[in-house]
């Protein structure tokens, strides 16, 4: 049997999670495919663009208007897009340098949250889940969807913690926004506020 080459695994991996989450029909369209395409053409990795569908289809908030029936893979490119530009914008002024190995981004993301917890700036709840992930930092065999799920904790955490004066301040209550993406605004406002490190490797 000839091995899956890393290209069938990208699409049939995207193709696998975005079909379990959206149930029939169990096929994807030609402009599905072409979505798939160019992130892979971007370069957005596989590890990335699972986070994005899986935060597509989080769970609203209460009180959130009902989405309605998810029809193509387009429902998830609001949220591959906005991680891959965090991913970016943690790499500006890194241009030059070889593609760190994944131990090197394990030291890099423990130094950061080791530098968190010295602050010792977190809302309530944010430096334990903080602590965990430094456990799991500093191992060698580091687990990095316990690391994913973490990062998924401290984001639900900081937006339950949100005040009233955090959602203006993100512009999370601008009219017409989506309950995702103001919820998406209000998280990515917060960490950089409280300078909260991500702790997923691929940010690295």
Not at 38 to 67: D, H, M, N, T, Y
Not at 108 to 137: D, M
Request: glycine share 6%; proline share 6%.
């Amino acid at each position: 049997m000839t091995p899956m080459s890393e290209r069938d695994r990208y699409f049939q991996e995207i193709s696998r999670a975005f079909l379990a989450r959206r149930g029939a029909p169990f096929f994807l369209s030609p402009k599905d495919l072409e979505l798939i395409a160019s992130w892979e053409k971007a370069g957005i990795p596989l590890a990335l663009v699972l986070e994005g569908i899986e935060r597509a289809f989080a769970p609203l908030p209460a009180g959130a208007a009902p989405r309605g029936k998810v029809l193509t893979l387009a429902f998830c490119q609001n949220q591959v897009r906005k991680l891959h530009e965090l991913r970016r914008e943690r790499r500006v002024g890194r241009t030059g340098r070889s593609v760190p190995g994944r131990a090197e981004k394990r030291l890099r993301a423990l130094a950061e949250v080791e530098e968190f917890l010295a602050r010792g700036a977190g809302p309530p709840g944010i430096e334990a889940i903080a602590r965990r992930a430094r456990a799991l930092l500093a191992a060698e065999g580091t687990d990095e969807e316990a690391l994913e799920r973490l990062d998924e904790e401290a984001d639900a955490a900081l937006a339950d913690s949100a005040a009233d004066d955090d959602r203006q301040a993100a512009g999370a209550d601008a009219p017409g926004l989506t309950a995702a993406a103001a919820r998406t605004r209000l998280i990515k406002h917060l960490r950089i506020n409280f300078c909260l490190p991500f702790f997923a490797l691929f940010y690295y």
